[in-house]
């Protein structure tokens, strides 16, 4: 099952995040953040990554950014607010965990060049995953890549404007 569970603000958890996301725009733009909610795949999606971990031990596991775009009202998500809507990638990622697009996910070590791949939604915000991933291979510029779904997990989905 799928929960989104917004943290509460002041929480360690909250805390920890927005250090991590703040620390990581470097500056580059002003931001608020609206909530920090912490995501939960279904348990398939889960047990896929912790398996493709275990028989892969020689790659590391580390947190990156994923900014993507949103097509619902998201700064109130929550488990109950998941929408079906096929081009809300914030929620089909939630729902179903990482698709490859051209054989593979791009993501960044820093928060402000995954910004430039999230958009202003209806709400007037935008939306950035936290994510693990095992054996991140290195693009070009700020941008990293891999090959394999199973390697990607959400952690943290932050909604923030600026």
Known sequence: MTTATPLQPGSNEYVTVQSKFTSKM???????????????VPKHI????????KN???LRCDQYFHGTKHACAIRN??????????VC??????RTGFRLNNSR?????????????TNVGI?????????????????SGSEYTVARAEAIIPRYLIVYSG
């Not at 990638?89 to 939630?94: A, L």
């Not at 996910?105 to 791949?117: I, L, N, Q, R, T």
């Not at 709400?123 to 693009?139: C, E, N, P």
């Open 77 to 86: 998500l929550n488990s109950s607010k998941i929408c079906q809507n096929a």
């Open 46 to 53: 889960t047990n896929n990554h912790e398996i493709y971990k």
């Open 89 to 94: 990638c914030v929620c089909g990622i939630i």
């Open 123 to 139: 709400d007037s915000s935008r939306a950035m995953f936290i994510i693990d991933v095992v054996g991140a291979s290195y693009s």
């Open 56 to 58: 892969n031990p020689g």
């Open 105 to 117: 996910v791009w993501f960044s070590p820093d928060a402000w060049y995954s910004h430039g791949y």
């Open 26 to 40: 470097a500056g580059k733009y002003n931001i608020q953040i609206h909530s920090i909610i912490k995501v939960e």
